[in-house]
C-alpha cells in the first residue's frame, strides 16, 4: 500500500531562499532518494492564502509498504544516513531546522480518479486535515469522505486523483507534528498558480452552496486545509 513522508519546511531567511530551494531539490532530494523505500519526491510551495502553518514550503515523499514495521524500517535507515553524512545538512543559516517537521500516513484506502480530467503530472495540490468530530462518528466519516465527498470533488473541473491517508506513530524529524488530526487528505490538481487554484475552488464553494457536495456533520471543525504549487519535477531514486 502506499504511504507518504509529508515534510515541512522554510529556510532561514528570504535572502537565501534561492540556495535553500538549490540545495533542497538538486541535493538533498537526491541524497534522500538514495535511502532504500522512497519511490518519488515531489516539492511544492504554499499559495498565498492557503498557508495554515509556518512552514511554506512542502515535500511529499511517496513509498510502497505492507505495514507500519515497513515504514519504521525506511525511517530508521533514514537516520543512518543521516548520521554517516549519506543525507546531509544544508549550511549553517540556509535552513530553518527549528521549523522543520516531518510524519509518516499510511494509506487509508485506494487512490480515486476523476471522472473529468485526464490523469496528467499535477501542478498543485489541495492538503486537508481532519478526522471524526468523536470515535462514535467514525463510520459515517469514513463512508462519506469515500464513498460521497471523494467522488463529489473529483467531479470538480482540475481536480485529477486524491487520496486519504491515516496519520502513523513514526516521525521523521524529532519536532511535534503541525496537528494531532488523524487523516489527511491528499487532491491532486492542475492549476498552476493562485488566481487558477482559487478560481476552481470557487466552484467547490458554490456546489458546496447549492447543494450539489453534500457536507457531514461529523466533521471535526476548524481543520487546517492548505494549497500548494508544484516547484520541482518529480525525482526517482537513480538505482
Known sequence: MKAVLIVLTNPASTQVDAEY????TNTHVPEGLAVPGYDRVTRYKAFDGWDPFPQKYLSLHELEVDSVDDIRRVRDE??????????GRARDGVMDRSLSRGWYYIAAEPEQLSPV???QQANSVFVTYNQPKTPGDAAEYNRWYRDAHL???L?????IRAQRFRI????????????????VNI????????????????VVRQRIRSGDIVMTD???PGAPTSAYGRISEPAVPAR
Open 21 to 24: 530551494n538549490d540545495w533542497y
Open 78 to 87: 533514514h537516520h543512518a544516513f543521516v548520521a554517516d553524512g549519506r543525507v
Open 117 to 119: 480530467t485526464a490523469p
Open 151 to 153: 467522488p463529489d470533488v
Open 155 to 159: 467531479s470538480c473541473p482540475g481536480f
Open 168 to 183: 502513523t506513530d513514526v516521525a521523521m524529524i524529532d519536532q511535534p507534528w503541525v496537528t494531532d488530526l488523524e487523516y
Open 187 to 202: 487532491y491532486e490538481h492542475t492549476a498552476t498558480n493562485v488566481g487558477d487554484y482559487n478560481a476552481a475552488f470557487d
Open 218 to 220: 461529523t466533521l471535526t
